[in-house]
């Protein structure tokens, strides 16, 4: 994984991957860019915070509901620099406070699902791919390209006198 902050005007894009489904992600300010796979752990309380941050290391936390309150993000924040979490999945409409994670400081990707339908896939979803990347704009091709050439089919065309061509 590459652990590195976006620079300046850089954008990036994200993506979270659950069960072969592809679901539209917003990258957080604070989380770094990347791409994780891993089992998902999902935390709707600030008790199931606590419990998953105690649990096994390698996995990509995913909060909903409670979990999502500033008290509990605060919690993520050290496991995150301690390297036990690959990855952040945030289930919450857009505006929600996440200021406070800010301090995760590039250590992980942190994404935010806002969809309803992509927020139920990542709930179900058993392992995760979170993918962060920066935005690269598209690259122009400024080599001349020779023109097309004809085609030939493999039948010979047969016209009743040698040296003619019918149309």
Known sequence: MVRR???????????????????????????????VTGPAVLATSEEDVRTALNWMPGR???????????????????????????????????????????DVDSVVPVVSVERASDQRCVRRSVRLMVDVHADVPP?????????ARAHRSGVPLRSGSPGMVRH
Do not use: F, N, Q, Y
């Open 60 to 102: 990509i936390l995913v909060l909903a509901e409670a979990a999502l309150e500033p008290r509990a993000l605060t919690l993520v924040v050290p496991s995150a620099h301690l390297a036990t979490l690959l990855g952040l999945v945030l289930l919450g409409e857009d505006g929600l406070d996440v200021s406070m994670l800010a």
């Open 5 to 35: 902050r976006l620079k300046g005007d850089e954008r990036a894009i994200a993506v979270v991957t659950a069960d072969g489904r592809s679901c539209s992600a917003r990258p957080v300010d604070g989380g770094g860019l990347g791409c």
């Open 139 to 147: 690259s122009v091709d400024l080599r001349s390209h020779r023109p």
